[in-house]
């Protein structure tokens, strides 16, 4: 039994570096446009890779699926309760909805949730990253291919043969990706009411 301190930290911790920005520490580091201020105002990686470039974008991508990754991965080494474990991925997930160092805002969470089921399930993390490409490759749309990639994550779950905690785990996650996006789930089924500059958010 692992101790209830033990998973309170850790839920904390994760909590705690899931809130890290990395879209806005990055684009203060290379002295580029603060994304909260600049295209669709978030701090995920697209809007950074979009008004900060190529370099800010992949780096604040790497952060955000690194914070996921490693909340997952220290579960996995330190607890061995699976529900105990999928509450600390799914808390770095959380801080990065709602950041504590952003007043309780924050980005979409694709990549960070991304990076958690890396970190307790490297092959479905690996699988849902395919799809997410895949879609993206397709459809030309990032939120189209995160929405697509994290409906079936409960799918893939199951397929895996995961247990019914885990794919509860997998429910709530994309719930709460699917819910982040609700204003490009309109733009994108309501092209007519689009005007140029909301197109290119539909993107984000």
């Known amino acids: 039994m692992d101790s209830p301190w033990l998973i ?3 839920i904390l911790s994760s909590y705690l570096l ?30 950074v890779l979009r008004v900060s470039g190529k370099k800010a974008g992949i780096l604040t991508l790497l952060g955000d699926i690194g914070k996921g990754w490693l909340a ?18 799914l ?16 980005g979409k969470g694709v990549a960070t949730a ?4 890396l970190g307790v399930a490297p092959w479905i993390g690996l699988t849902l990253m395919g799809l997410w490409v895949g879609a993206v490759f397709l459809w030309k749309y990032s ?22 905690t885990f794919i509860g785990f997998a429910c709530v996650v994309s719930l709460l990706i699917w819910v982040r996006h609700k204003d490009n789930l309109v733009r994108l089924w309501c092209p007519k009411m689009q005007n140029p500059y909301m197109s290119n958010l539909a993107r984000s």
């Open 114 to 117: 991304l990076g958690a089921v």
């Open 8 to 10: 309170g930290f850790l």
């Open 18 to 47: 899931g809130s890290i920005p990395f879209g806005v520490v990055v684009s203060r580091l290379l002295g580029a446009v603060d994304p909260r201020s600049a295209g669709s105002k978030n701090v995920g990686f697209t809007n």
């Open 91 to 106: 808390a770095s997930v959380i801080g990065h909805l709602h950041s504590a160092f952003l007043g309780f805002k924050g």
């Open 143 to 164: 939120s189209g291919g995160a929405l697509f990639a994290f409906a079936m994550f409960p799918i893939v779950a199951l397929l895996f043969h995961r247990s019914w």
């Open 72 to 89: 997952g991965w220290v579960g996995t080494m330190l607890l061995h309760q699976e529900s105990a474990i999928l509450w600390v991925a």
